[in-house]
T-cell receptor, first 114, second 115 residues
């Protein structure tokens, strides 16, 4: 079984500053990794995903994440945040079979301060 | 496209009452699922379905029933509501279970309060 740990429950950051949201996973097999974003009063939507290939993955809205197999991490980064990035961010994992549902972390609430 | 539609958006129940949360998708997705979202707990899977007539339990299935008679619909039933079921419920769908080749599409949620 897979599990995900998001190390920070809340991250406040000033507008135009860089941000990193941390995610570590645990699995005995190879995995796919995802970041989803939830804006206030909405459902989640896919931000980016790592399936294979380049370990640096680019997503929507200027976000990127780096897969590090040795550290079992998949941290999300953005070089300069905007007020509109205020949201909750969820890291998720699934195994390569494609037959098991996504397992989500507990989420990190990013608050961008003007 | 409507995507994933959940109704109602808000509901207040008294302890012991029953109700059904509706979920419909128009994307011909085989996989549908229900999550609950609670502060500090993230998203926890309640039940899921890989196609019409097939359902399975997730991490927190107790107190909830599901059925999947059509590809489009996946209702979630609370048989006897308890205050511990106060939560925000999300329905999500995808072409495949693991959502690796197509993303999970989420509805906008149902906020349920049980008093």
């Amino acid at each position: 079984a897979q599990s995900v740990t998001q190390l920070d429950s809340q991250v406040p950051v000033f507008e135009e500053a860089p941000v990193e949201l941390r995610c570590n996973y645990s699995s005995s097999v190879s995995v796919y990794l995802f970041w989803y974003v939830q804006y206030p009063n909405q459902g989640l939507q896919l931000l980016l995903k790592y399936l294979s290939g380049s370990t640096l993955v680019k997503g929507i809205n200027g976000f990127e994440a780096e897969f590090n197999k040795s550290q079992t991490s998949f941290h999300l980064r953005k070089p300069s945040v905007h007020i509109s990035d205020t949201a909750e961010y969820f890291c998720a994992v699934s195994d390569l079979s494609g037959n098991t549902p996504l397992v989500f972390g507990k989420g990190t609430r990013l608050s961008v301060i003007a | 496209n409507a995507g994933v539609t959940q109704t109602p958006k808000f509901q207040v129940l008294k302890t012991g009452q029953s109700m059904t949360l509706q979920c419909a998708q128009d994307m011909n997705h085989e996989y549908m699922s229900w999550y609950r979202q609670d502060p500090g707990m993230g998203l926890r899977l309640i039940h899921y379905s890989v196609g019409a007539g097939i359902t399975d339990q997730g991490e927190v299935p107790n107190g909830y029933n599901v059925s999947r008679s059509t590809t489009e619909d996946f209702p979630l039933r609370l048989l006897s509501a308890a205050p511990s079921q106060t939560s925000v419920y999300f329905c999500a769908s995808s072409y495949t279970v693991g959502a690796n080749n197509s993303p999970l599409h989420f509805g906008n949620g149902t906020r349920l309060t049980v008093t």
